[in-house]
C-alpha cells in the first residue's frame, strides 16, 4: 500500500508557566506518540474536541510546530531532517485551508495578489501566473472580475473558496484542512463540501481534514483518526468507526451529534 | 391566547435612510407559554434582526414597524426606562460568541452580580448566595466565581453567559446561536442545560439557529425565514418530515446527516426562484 504521509510516534511537549516569575511549570502533552497513515489519494479525518491536539497535529505535519519526538514520512522522504531550501520544495506539495476565512486572507491585499504570492515564493513564470489565477478562480466558483477586489467584499463561502484557490493553485499533494467549514452556514458548508469533493477527483488530491462535526466525517472521510489529550483514541475505516465504536469516547462523541435523539 | 407569551404581527425592519429596502418583512408569529420556537435560516435571513427588535437592541440606524407583544404590551411602544426594566429581568439573551460578551477585565462573580443588582435590591451577602446558586444551576463550581473569562473554557463561558441570562428568571429567553462557536460535545451540553433549565423555571425560548440537528433536538415549533420572510412555521415534527416550501426542503437536503448515506445537496437558487415564483 503506497502512503503519501506517514507519521510514527509524534510527540510535542508544551510548557506552561505559572506563578510568580513563572516559577510553577506544568507540561501538557500535545502529542503524545502519535502515529498515522495516509493514502493517496484518499481523505483522512481527525476529529476531536478543542484541546485534542489535532490542530497542533495539522501544524506539525507542514513543520510550522517543530515536533519533540518522531519520523514524518512524506512521498518517501523524510520530511523531518530537510534543509530549508529543500523543504520550501517540499512545502509546495503540503498546503492549508484555514478555519476562519475572515482571519486567514490579507484585508490590504486584492485576490489577485493573494492568489499570486504562493506562485511567486515558488518561482512561478509570470506568464503562467496570470493563467493559472483565471482557470483556478474560475474552477472554486468565483469570477474573474473578483480578482480586482478585496476581501471584505466577499461573504463567507466566497472567502473559503478564495482560501481554497490559494490553496490548490500550486497544484500540491497533500491539503491539510484545517475546519474549513466550521465557521460557516449549513447551506454555505454544503457548497463548499461538495466543491473539495469535485476538487479531489479532479486533482487526485489527499484531504487531511480536521473537524469536530462528525456529520461532516460521515460525508467526506475514508478513515478516521479519533484524538483526546494528545493521544489516539480510535483510528480505522469511517463506516466501521461510525457503526460499531469501540472506544467509550468514540461512543460518547457520537452520541453528541445534534439531530440524534437520545434514549430518554 | 393567553397561551402566548410573545405574539408578533407584521413585524418590518428597515434602514431608515431607504425605508423601502426590507430587511425583515412583515413577519407574523407567537412563541407559546414553556415551549421553544426556533427560527432557522441561513446568514441575512433576519433572524437575528428578529430577536434584537425584540429586545429592542437594533442598531440607531435602523427601525421597525408593527406589533411586538409581549406578555399583552407592546414593546414598540414602551418608552427606553420600561424596556430597560423588562430586559434582562422578564426577557433575557444570550449571544453566539461567548468570548467576545463578557467583560474581560471584571470577575465573572462581578459581572453575574451586576446584572442581579440592575434589578432588584438584595444585600451584599444575599447576593453572594444568588451567584453561588446561578453558577450551581449551570454546573460550574462556585469556587470559579472569582475567574476572569479568560480562564474558563468556551463552553464554560457560554454557561457563565446563561448564569447571567437567568439571574432574574426571565420569562422568555432569546438565545441568539448559543452553540455555534462551541465543540459537538460542548453544544450537546449546552443544550441539555437549556432544556433542563426551560423546564425547571418554565421558561419560554426563542432560539435562533441554522442547523436542523439542534431544531431537532431542542424545539416545539419551527419557523423558517428567508429573505427577510417567513416561508414556513409549524411544529417541529411536521416541518422536519414534511416540509411544504421549496427553501425548507432544500435547506433540508443541505444539512449532512450522521446516520444514512444522503449525498449533500447544496440550495440550487436559480432553481428555488422557480419554484418559489411557482406557488
Same mark, same amino acid.
Given at each position: 500500500?503506497?502512503?503519501?504521509?506517514?507519521?510514527?510516534?509524534?510527540?510535542?511537549?508544551?510548557?506552561?508557566?505559572?506563578?510568580?516569575?513563572?516559577?510553577?511549570?506544568?507540561?501538557?502533552?500535545?502529542?503524545?506518540?502519535?502515529?498515522?497513515?495516509?493514502?493517496?489519494?484518499?481523505?483522512?479525518?481527525?476529529?476531536?474536541?478543542?484541546?485534542?491536539?489535532?490542530?497542533?497535529?495539522?501544524?506539525?505535519?507542514?513543520?510550522?510546530?517543530?515536533?519533540?519526538?518522531?519520523?514524518?514520512?512524506?512521498?518517501?522522504?523524510?520530511?523531518?531532517?530537510?534543509?530549508?531550501?529543500?523543504?520550501?520544495?517540499?512545502?509546495?506539495?503540503?498546503?492549508?485551508?484555514?478555519?476562519?476565512?475572515?482571519?486567514?486572507?490579507?484585508?490590504?491585499?486584492?485576490?489577485?495578489?493573494?492568489?499570486?504570492?504562493?506562485?511567486?515564493?515558488?518561482?512561478?513564470?509570470?506568464?503562467?501566473?496570470?493563467?493559472?489565477?483565471?482557470?483556478?478562480?474560475?474552477?472554486?466558483?468565483?469570477?474573474?472580475?473578483?480578482?480586482?477586489?478585496?476581501?471584505?467584499?466577499?461573504?463567507?463561502?466566497?472567502?473559503?473558496?478564495?482560501?481554497?484557490?490559494?490553496?490548490?493553485?500550486?497544484?500540491?499533494?497533500?491539503?491539510?484542512?484545517?475546519?474549513?467549514?466550521?465557521?460557516?452556514?449549513?447551506?454555505?458548508?454544503?457548497?463548499?463540501?461538495?466543491?473539495?469533493?469535485?476538487?479531489?477527483?479532479?486533482?487526485?488530491?489527499?484531504?487531511?481534514?480536521?473537524?469536530?462535526?462528525?456529520?461532516?466525517?460521515?460525508?467526506?472521510?475514508?478513515?478516521?483518526?479519533?484524538?483526546?489529550?494528545?493521544?489516539?483514541?480510535?483510528?480505522?475505516?469511517?463506516?466501521?468507526?461510525?457503526?460499531?465504536?469501540?472506544?467509550?469516547?468514540?461512543?460518547?462523541?457520537?452520541?453528541?451529534?445534534?439531530?440524534?435523539?437520545?434514549?430518554? | 391566547?393567553?397561551?402566548?407569551?410573545?405574539?408578533?404581527?407584521?413585524?418590518?425592519?428597515?434602514?431608515?435612510?431607504?425605508?423601502?429596502?426590507?430587511?425583515?418583512?412583515?413577519?407574523?408569529?407567537?412563541?407559546?407559554?414553556?415551549?421553544?420556537?426556533? $427560527?432557522?435560516? !441561513?446568514?441575512?435571513?433576519?433572524?437575528?434582526? &428578529?430577536?434584537? @427588535?425584540?429586545?429592542?437592541? %437594533?442598531?440607531? *440606524? /435602523?427601525?421597525?414597524?408593527?406589533?411586538?407583544?409581549?406578555?399583552?404590551?407592546?414593546?414598540?411602544?414602551?418608552?427606553?426606562?420600561?424596556?430597560?426594566?423588562?430586559?434582562?429581568?422578564?426577557?433575557?439573551?444570550?449571544?453566539?460568541?461567548?468570548?467576545?460578551?463578557?467583560?474581560?477585565?471584571?470577575?465573572?462573580?462581578?459581572?453575574?452580580?451586576?446584572?442581579?443588582?440592575?434589578?432588584?435590591?438584595?444585600?451584599?451577602?444575599?447576593?453572594?448566595?444568588?451567584?453561588?446558586?446561578?453558577?450551581?444551576?449551570?454546573?460550574?463550581?462556585?469556587?470559579?466565581?472569582?475567574?476572569?473569562?479568560?480562564?474558563?473554557?468556551?463552553?464554560?463561558?457560554?454557561?457563565?453567559?446563561?448564569?447571567?441570562?437567568?439571574?432574574?428568571?426571565?420569562?422568555?429567553? $432569546?438565545?441568539? !446561536?448559543?452553540?455555534?462557536?462551541?465543540?459537538? &460535545?460542548?453544544? @450537546?451540553?449546552?443544550?441539555? %442545560?437549556?432544556? *433542563? /433549565?426551560?423546564?425547571?423555571?418554565?421558561?419560554?425560548?426563542?432560539?435562533?439557529?441554522?442547523?436542523?440537528?439542534?431544531?431537532?433536538?431542542?424545539?416545539?415549533?419551527?419557523?423558517?425565514?428567508?429573505?427577510?420572510?417567513?416561508?414556513?412555521?409549524?411544529?417541529?415534527?411536521?416541518?422536519?418530515?414534511?416540509?411544504?416550501?421549496?427553501?425548507?426542503?432544500?435547506?433540508?437536503?443541505?444539512?449532512?446527516?450522521?446516520?444514512?448515506?444522503?449525498?449533500?445537496?447544496?440550495?440550487?437558487?436559480?432553481?428555488?426562484?422557480?419554484?418559489?415564483?411557482?406557488?
Amino acid at each position: 500500500m503506497s502512503y503519501l504521509l506517514s507519521a510514527k510516534n509524534l510527540s510535542k511537549q508544551y510548557t506552561q508557566t505559572q506563578g510568580f516569575f513563572s516559577r510553577k511549570k506544568t507540561v501538557i502533552n500535545a502529542l503524545d506518540n502519535v502515529s498515522l497513515n495516509i493514502k493517496k489519494g484518499s481523505t483522512l479525518a481527525i476529529v476531536g474536541e478543542s484541546g485534542s491536539g489535532k490542530s497542533t497535529l495539522a501544524r506539525s505535519l507542514i513543520r510550522l510546530v517543530n515536533i519533540d519526538k518522531g519520523q514524518i514520512i512524506f512521498d518517501g522522504k523524510d520530511f523531518l531532517s530537510l534543509k530549508s531550501s529543500a523543504l520550501k520544495i517540499m512545502r509546495k506539495n503540503i498546503q492549508m485551508i484555514f478555519q476562519d476565512p475572515y482571519a486567514s486572507l490579507n484585508p490590504r491585499m486584492k485576490i489577485q495578489l493573494i492568489m499570486e504570492e504562493p506562485l511567486l515564493v515558488h518561482n512561478v513564470g509570470a506568464k503562467i501566473i496570470k493563467q493559472k489565477i483565471d482557470v483556478m478562480i474560475k474552477r472554486v466558483g468565483l469570477n474573474i472580475s473578483d480578482l480586482d477586489k478585496y476581501p471584505h467584499q466577499f461573504s463567507g463561502g466566497q472567502r473559503q473558496r478564495i482560501g481554497i484557490a490559494r490553496a490548490l493553485i500550486l497544484e500540491p499533494k497533500l491539503v491539510i484542512c484545517d475546519e474549513p467549514v466550521s465557521a460557516l452556514d449549513v447551506s454555505v458548508q454544503a457548497q463548499i463540501v461538495q466543491l473539495l469533493k469535485s476538487l479531489q477527483k479532479e486533482f487526485g488530491l489527499t484531504y487531511l481534514f480536521i473537524t469536530h462535526d462528525l456529520r461532516i466525517v460521515r460525508h467526506i472521510a475514508d478513515e478516521v483518526v479519533v484524538m483526546r489529550h494528545g493521544k489516539v483514541v480510535e483510528t480505522g475505516k469511517t463506516d466501521i468507526i461510525f457503526q460499531n465504536p469501540k472506544t467509550s469516547y468514540t461512543k460518547k462523541l457520537l452520541a453528541s451529534i445534534p439531530g440524534i435523539k437520545k434514549p430518554t | 391566547m393567553k397561551n402566548n407569551i410573545l405574539e408578533i404581527s407584521n413585524l418590518k425592519v428597515f434602514p431608515k435612510v431607504n425605508t423601502e429596502k426590507k430587511l425583515v418583512n412583515s413577519i407574523t408569529f407567537n412563541v407559546q407559554r414553556g415551549k421553544t420556537t426556533c $427560527i432557522v435560516g !441561513e446568514s441575512g435571513s433576519g433572524k437575528s434582526l &428578529t430577536a434584537l @427588535s425584540i429586545m429592542q437592541l %437594533l442598531s440607531q *440606524q /435602523l427601525d421597525l414597524s408593527g406589533k411586538i407583544l409581549f406578555k399583552g404590551s407592546n414593546l414598540c411602544k414602551m418608552d427606553s426606562e420600561t424596556i430597560r426594566r423588562k430586559r434582562g429581568n422578564e426577557i433575557a439573551m444570550i449571544f453566539q460568541e461567548p468570548m467576545t460578551s463578557l467583560n474581560p477585565v471584571l470577575t465573572i462573580r462581578y459581572q453575574i452580580e451586576e446584572s442581579i443588582m440592575v434589578h432588584t435590591n438584595l444585600s451584599k451577602k444575599q447576593l453572594g448566595i444568588r451567584v453561588n446558586e446561578l453558577l450551581n444551576l449551570v454546573a460550574i463550581n462556585p469556587d470559579r466565581a472569582n475567574s476572569y473569562p479568560d480562564e474558563l473554557s468556551g463552553g464554560q463561558r457560554q454557561r457563565v453567559m446563561i448564569a447571567m441570562a437567568m439571574s432574574c428568571n426571565p420569562d422568555l429567553l $432569546i438565545a441568539d !446561536e448559543p452553540t455555534t462557536a462551541l465543540d459537538v &460535545t460542548v453544544q @450537546s451540553q449546552i443544550l441539555e %442545560l437549556l432544556g *433542563q /433549565l426551560k423546564k425547571k423555571l418554565k421558561m419560554s425560548m426563542l432560539f435562533i439557529t441554522h442547523d436542523f440537528g439542534v431544531v431537532s433536538d431542542i424545539a416545539d415549533d419551527v419557523i423558517v425565514m428567508y429573505q427577510g420572510k417567513i416561508v414556513e412555521q409549524g411544529p417541529v415534527d411536521l416541518i422536519l418530515n414534511k416540509p411544504k416550501h421549496p427553501y425548507t426542503k432544500a435547506l433540508l437536503q443541505c444539512v449532512p446527516d450522521a446516520l444514512g448515506k444522503k449525498t449533500l445537496k447544496p440550495i440550487d437558487y436559480k432553481k428555488l426562484e422557480r419554484a418559489m415564483a411557482a406557488i
